[in-house]
């Protein structure tokens, strides 16, 4: 499979609440080495499958924005359950828990509680978003991505800027996709080393505390409404994510914690 094909395909499931690129990264062979690539600066292998990325991103994102905007109840609850089975790849591989590893998932649950502002899909103004918080969601989204296990568009739900950038891509918002582009380049070279050391050091106690941020920040999803539609799409997007994150173990860092 081509560097072109893998990238749309790797756009593509980022978009996905959930979906670990990281993990996705590990399942086409590319983990590694991709990673001491970027972390020495040598890009340029990797060009076209960057052109796939954001072909894939631009790819999903419309097809998500234009669901949110005329489906919104059965879209968040197909994303709901994508969310909810990442907590399978996020804990995998982790020691069971014990009274600190559960004090840190509950810290986790009322940080995502208390961060998420309003429902993703309900009142969307793109025009308004801060620059800064653009850069910052990049940054911390792009580089979290990268950590195999980990769903770097929960990051982005958590800032409530998943539904905003979805609706930029599609309306083209050039100057909110520029910074958070920019943000993105700076997670990937100035945070992955970071996120990455923290996370070989401390991986139990992060990876219990991001559980713990996706079952807090899941409220921001939630549909308003119950019928059969939404029971099954959530389903649907709960198995997707449940099976895919089964095929590749992303315990690459190993670590205490």
């Known amino acids: 499979m081509g560097l072109v094909i893998q990238g749309i395909i ?5 978009v996905l ?7 996705v990264f590990l399942i086409f062979g590319l983990y590694e080495q991709m990673v001491k690539d970027l972390l020495r600066l040598h890009l340029r292998p990797y060009l076209p499958l960057a052109g796939g990325i954001l072909a894939g991103i631009l790819g999903g994102g419309f097809t998500f924005a234009f669901f949110f905007e005329n489906h919104r109840d059965p879209t968040v609850a197909f994303l709901l359950g994508c969310l909810l089975a990442s907590i399978k790849a996020v804990l995998r591989d982790c020691p069971k828990g014990n009274k600190k590893r559960f004090v840190t998932m509950v ?3 009322i940080f995502g509680l208390l961060m998420v502002a309003e429902p993703l899909g309900g009142s969307i103004e793109t025009e308004n978003v801060s620059w800064w918080l653009l850069m910052i969601g990049g940054a911390f989204s792009s580089a979290a ?3 195999p296990g980990i769903p770097g568009s929960s990051v982005l739900i958590l800032l409530g800027l998943y539904d905003t950038m979805l609706f930029s891509i599609k309306e083209l918002q050039l100057s909110n996709l520029l910074f958070f582009g920019i943000g993105s380049l700076l997670g990937i070279f100035l945070l992955l080393n970071l996120l990455g050391r923290l996370y070989e050091k401390y991986r139990a106690l992060v990876s219990y505390f991001f559980a713990g941020l996706i079952l807090g920040s899941s409220r921001a999803i939630m ?3 119950v019928n059969p539609l ?3 799409l959530f389903a649907a997007g709960f198995l997707l994510v449940w099976v895919w994150s ?3 173990s992303p315990n690459v860092l190993n670590s205490e914690g």
């Open 10 to 14: 790797l756009g593509f499931i980022m």
């Open 17 to 23: 609440p959930g979906m670990s690129g990281g993990t």
């Open 107 to 109: 810290l986790g649950v």
């Open 145 to 147: 991505m990268i950590i």
């Open 223 to 225: 549909p308003s409404g």
């Open 230 to 232: 939404v029971i099954f």
């Open 246 to 248: 089964g095929k590749e």
